[in-house]
């Protein structure tokens, strides 16, 4: 066999090897170099495709009232961000933003010169904002600002029931009421509010009632004008759960905007705020004396004169002589020297248990988070005056929840029960997922001692009764009226001005089916608790009990067939065509995004002001609309 050899070209073959060489290196640069340019736009905080990053899918539970009214949202609103290396210029940039967001333009002028990339500018505006700034960078007018899609929480009925809702913060975290302590059920399962996710949260449903508790907040807001006081609580509950209807504490705050308000202003403080509660307080120290057996029914105690300590040195007086009363007078005319005098029928330890037995000195253990435990000091550090001064209520320091779930063994034959704010938590399919029902905690009263006070607080709203002003027509009421002073450690004593005003009222009173505690702290002028919390009860009342259902004795039956009609949904109907939805609020329209033919999407809260497509517009199968609520 033969074989041919030729002999090559050596500086052809150099040439070949360069040329490959130079393409690979190329290559090779070239993709490094798209592959740092990708990385440090992902990875790099500051870049323009960081500030472009999409906002986390995930949808954080909505909060609701018993009967499933909507008092915390989602919604998906728009964050102005902004990449500083493309502002042309700065100080007109900021003047642009700043009468869109009615925000000093120099705060807005700061923050862009203090970051030399990527700042984030203001989080979830309004859907009005949204189009002013599109508007401007159409023109031209904002080059490197961007508006990036995020996650925003809405709470449409604003003020109400702020401190029990609470609020969220930047990534839909929860920061305060049930939005923090019920987090982890409105995030979707085993998803943190920093990951990227595409589920949906649970919904918890509170034991609030929107009626009870708007109702609430109307007569706290009038209060608190009308008697410029410093602030005003009113809770309702129901008595033989200890579900909590209502929780308004005025002045209140909107969650919508919570950063505008100081972190006091943002406390609840129907759980937060300690005081001594005054006479309201005999309530619960004369049933422990007639627990304890140191008292009787037919006790009598001189009242004609002022009640002194052993050595002299301590008096307590009443505002009017009563002569010789028994137990039920010390409740009826609010008598402090009676009480006094019972107080010294009972040992300092037992009496000390019984006020601990209704809760006093601990936490209620609502599902809150702020609360606090209250002041009972123990037996070893009270004075000779502690135990005359306890049963008048003062030496200890209570919160109005505190009050309010004391009273619970009143209408559940002595046992004291948990209060509650949740009802149950349910999935996004509409499962119950957990329920809270009725939690009894002890026995503290025997069924015949709440007879006895049920019967002595419904002689308090009798003629001659310091609850006489509450006026319910044909329901008894049990009640107990107080007027604390409010010691002032700047003068080391009791002020001459500042006062609380309260009472305590229990309906029907002789089976209680609601329990309602009202305080208004610091009023100006009349400061009497039987003469302006007395009859703001009674006027809540008058509210409260055909609302819930409670009978007065001169209604009459009525036959019902048992068919119930439902009023129709506000919302038009959308089939054909597309209707005119401005000035809707947000309830009336959420019924759409449970429609299988429509793709519809919810920006902002309040009520609708735009719509795509615009009333007259053809609707087909699967028709987008987006609807834009302010």
Do not use: C
């Not at 759980?271 to 037919?298: C, D, H, N, Q, W």
């Not at 028994?326 to 019972?342: C, D, K, L, M, T």
């Not at 006070?453 to 009764?465: D, R, V």
């Amino acid at each position: 066999m033969a074989v041919e050899f030729h002999r090559s070209n050596p500086k052809r073959a150099r040439e070949n090897r360069n040329s490959r060489t130079k393409i690979t290196t190329f290559a090779v640069i070239l993709i490094w170099l798209v592959l740092i340019v990708q990385y440090g736009n992902i990875m790099i905080p500051g870049t323009p495709a960081a500030a472009r990053s999409s906002a986390p899918l995930f949808e954080r539970g909505p909060i609701l009232d018993r009967r499933g009214r909507i008092l915390a949202i989602q919604t998906n609103l728009d964050t102005i961000t902004a990449w500083r290396p493309h502002v042309r210029d700065l100080n007109e940039t900021a003047r642009i933003l700043g009468d869109i967001l009615d925000q000093d333009h120099r705060l807005i002028a700061e923050r862009l010169v203090a970051s030399p990339g990527f700042v984030t500018i203001e989080r979830t505006i309004t859907p009005s904002q949204s189009r002013r700034i599109r508007a401007e960078l159409k023109q031209g007018n904002l080059r490197g600002i961007h508006l990036q899609p995020d996650l925003g929480r809405s709470y449409p009925e604003g003020e109400t029931a702020a401190a029990v809702i609470g609020y969220s913060g930047v990534d839909n975290v929860g920061l305060a009421g049930i939005e923090y302590m019920f987090s982890e059920h409105l995030l979707p399962p085993g998803l943190a509010a920093d990951q990227q996710g595409s589920s949906m949260g649970n919904q918890v449903f509170l034991t609030l009632d929107l009626a009870i508790q708007t109702a609430a907040d109307d007569l706290g807001k009038r209060l608190l004008s009308d008697h410029q006081a410093d602030a005003v609580m009113i809770l309702v509950a129901e008595a033989k759960t200890g579900a909590l209807l209502a929780m308004s504490s005025q002045p209140s705050f909107n969650p919508n905007t919570f950063h505008s308000y100081s972190r006091e202003a943002r406390k609840n403080p129907a759980i937060s705020r300690i005081y001594e509660p005054g006479s309201v307080f005999k309530v619960y120290s004369m049933a422990s004396f007639l627990e304890l057996g140191g008292i009787t029914p037919e006790s009598r105690f001189d009242a004609s004169r002022a009640y002194s300590t052993r050595d002299g040195g301590f008096r307590i007086t009443d505002i009017a002589s009563y002569g010789m009363i028994g137990p039920r007078e010390v409740i009826q005319y609010s008598s402090n020297v009676g009480a006094a005098f019972a107080s010294e029928a009972v040992e300092e330890g037992p009496f000390y248990t019984m006020l601990s037995a209704f809760g006093f000195g601990s936490p209620t253990r609502v599902e809150l988070n702020g609360e606090e435990r209250g002041l009972l000091a123990p037996p070893d550090r009270w004075s000779g005056r502690s135990k005359p001064t306890l049963a008048i209520g003062q030496e200890v320091g209570v919160t109005a929840l505190q009050m309010v779930t004391a009273a619970t063994p009143l209408a559940n034959e002595g046992i004291l029960l948990r209060p509650r704010i949740v009802d149950r938590i349910v999935s996004p399919s509409g499962e119950v997922i957990q329920r809270f029902g009725r939690d009894p905690i002890r026995q503290v009263l025997s069924p015949a001692t709440v007879d006895l006070m049920l019967s002595y607080m419904e002689s308090a709203t009798s003629p001659g009764g310091t609850a006489r002003r509450i006026r319910l027509e044909g329901v008894s009421v049990a009640a107990k009226t107080g007027t604390a002073e409010v010691f002032d450690p700047r003068q080391g004593g009791y002020s001459d001005t500042h006062f609380l005003a309260s009472t305590l009222a229990l309906v029907p009173a002789r089976d209680p089916q609601l329990i309602v505690y009202l305080v208004i702290d610091h009023p100006r002028g009349e400061y009497l608790g039987g003469r302006i919390a007395a009859p703001a009860v009674g006027e809540l009342l008058n509210f409260l009990a055909p609302y819930y259902g409670i009978p007065r004795e001169n209604d009459t039956p009525l036959d019902h067939s048992g068919r119930i009609v439902i009023r129709p949904n506000p919302l038009p109907e959308v089939r054909d065509t597309m209707p005119d939805l401005s000035g809707l609020p947000l309830r009336s329209v959420l019924p759409l995004l449970g429609r299988d033919d429509l793709v519809v999407t919810i920006d902002g809260s309040g009520y609708v002001v735009g719509q795509r497509p615009p009333p007259g517009t053809p609707l087909g199968e699967g028709a987008e609309i987006t609807l834009e609520l302010e």
